[in-house]
T-cell receptor, first 112, second 115 residues
Framework: EDQVTQSPEALRLQEGESSSLNCSYTVSGLRGLFWYRQDPGKGPEFLFTLYSAGEEKEKERLKATLTKKESFLHITAPKPEDSATYLCAVQAGSGGYNKLIFGAGTRLAVHP | EPEVTQTPSHQVTQMGQEVILRCVPISNHLYFYWYRQILGQKVEFLVSFYNNEISEKSEIFDDQFSVERPDGSNFTLKIRSTKLEDSAMYFC?????????????FGPGTRLTVL
């Protein structure tokens, strides 16, 4: 069965304190791995798509990387406005052509 | 920047009543989706829709659910006889092509409360 596990469940950082969020996955035939940001009571906001091991994408203070079994979202010098839940999702070759399988997310709190 | 919109933002209904949740996908997108998120839980796939028919559905999407594209812009989710456990945030999403790795863009959600 395709699975996505995110860790840690929650992370508290001081402003400027860099860290990484982990997304490990078990799927049959990865078609894409997606990172989204979700603010309370809002819909997921797209951040990155990664397709193959070794790929990296960057946007402002965020950098996403992908290996054959996991992805990391690195946050460099975070600011309080980076506080949100970060969701990882995969599209797999088996059991569904388009559907996204989400992890439970990491709740990030950045304090000044 | 184009975005997915959803109405209403909050719907309160009595158990057993029918509700229709509405979505306007991004205009040049061809694939449409509904997901739901029960409070404190993961986002879960319900259904995908392409070319006026369901292309995939989950076990959650049983006979009480239906989807429709009634015109060129709207995409709806109908729940025929709501249950308490249907209370959740419902998200509509759309993608350009639906191929593997195609990015899905989500709307702001409709919070459904069943009393």
């Amino acid at each position: 069965e395709d699975q996505v596990t995110q860790s840690p469940e929650a992370l508290r950082l001081q402003e400027g304190e860099s860290s990484s969020l982990n997304c490990s996955y078990t799927v049959s035939g990865l078609r894409g791995l997606f990172w989204y940001r979700q603010d309370p009571g809002k819909g997921p906001e797209f951040l990155f798509t990664l397709y193959s091991a070794g790929e990296e994408k960057e946007k402002e203070r965020l950098k996403a990387t992908l290996t054959k079994k996991e992805s990391f979202l690195h946050i460099t010098a975070p600011k309080p406005e980076d506080s949100a839940t970060y969701l990882c999702a995969v599209q797999a070759g088996s059991g569904g052509y388009n559907k996204l399988i989400f992890g439970a997310g990491t709740r990030l709190a950045v304090h000044p | 920047e184009p975005e997915v919109t959803q109405t209403p933002s909050h719907q309160v209904t009595q158990m057993g009543q029918e509700v229709i949740l509405r979505c306007v996908p991004i205009s040049n997108h061809l694939y449409f989706y509904w997901y739901r998120q029960i409070l404190g839980q993961k986002v879960e796939f319900l259904v995908s829709f392409y070319n006026n028919e369901i292309s995939e559905k989950s076990e959650i999407f049983d006979d009480q659910f239906s989807v429709e594209r009634p015109d060129g812009s709207n995409f709806t989710l109908k729940i025929r006889s709501t249950k308490l456990e249907d209370s959740a945030m419902y998200f509509c999403a759309s993608s350009e092509e639906g191929q593997g790795g195609d990015t899905q863009y989500f709307g702001p959600g409709t919070r459904l409360t069943v009393l």
